[in-house]
């Protein structure tokens, strides 16, 4: 089964799972999430289902826009039943590294307004330890001006190299949709992080605006196996 088979599978089955007539739910960003989209686009012309979607990015609201989904925002829709996105990679306490696609900051704004957040993935993002499978580093926003001192900052506290991600169709660095810079933070492999604890801190450096470690945040999470299978995990 390709990789692409593996997403579809997963975003399926949650879709299925945990989207009901009369909700309000959170689109998540990246290539899985595009077919959680596909499956609630189908769902909701068939059964007819009054769904409104609140978008974590400029491309999930693209998504709903393009399947002519009921698009919603926090301002109308501030509770959310549930969120359902994807994720670089999730561990085995269902500590998630998220921002691969850069759209960290607006995607754990609309998990933390839902009831529950449901991870859909293939099976490379399945892992025990964080930076077992995903080794692009964790994804930190961080408002322009402080990158330089930031990305010290961190070194010194924390260990590893932190880099600034750059764009790929364009001359300099990648811009967040919210007009931010993004340091992916290669951490120290060899050292045990108490990733709560770290987010944390991060968190409170003057100039990071949100990370991509989502702790205890994700209820469930659903990857799709190589063999067809997808497998479950809950916090
Ligand atoms: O966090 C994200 C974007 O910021 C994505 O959910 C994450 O990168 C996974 O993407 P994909 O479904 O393409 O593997």
Known sequence: MSLNEA????????????????????????????????RLAQRVSQE??????????????????????????LDRNPHLDCAIDGADEVDANMTLIKGGGGCLLQ?????????????????????????????????IEVVPMAYVPLRSRIQTRFGGKLKLRMAVAKAGPCVTDNGNFILDWDFDQQKEYDWDAVNRELIQMPGVVETG???????????????GTVKERSA
Request: with cysteine.
């Open 7 to 38: 997403k579809k599978i997963a975003a399926y089955k949650a879709v299925d799972e945990w989207v009901q007539n009369d909700t309000a739910i959170g689109v998540g960003s990246g290539s899985t999430v595009v077919f959680a989209v596909e």
């Open 48 to 73: 007819n289902l009054r769904v409104v979607c609140v978008p974590t990015s400029f491309q999930a609201r693209q998504l709903i826009v393009e399947n002519n989904l009921q698009l919603g925002d």
């Open 213 to 227: 470690l989502f702790v205890n945040m994700a209820r469930k999470a659903y990857f799709g196996m190589a063999d």
């Open 107 to 139: 995607e754990k704004i609309v998990a933390a307004c839902a009831d529950k957040m449901i991870v859909i993935a293939d099976y490379t993002k399945d892992s025990s330890k964080l930076g077992e499978q995903y080794k692009k580093g964790i994804p």
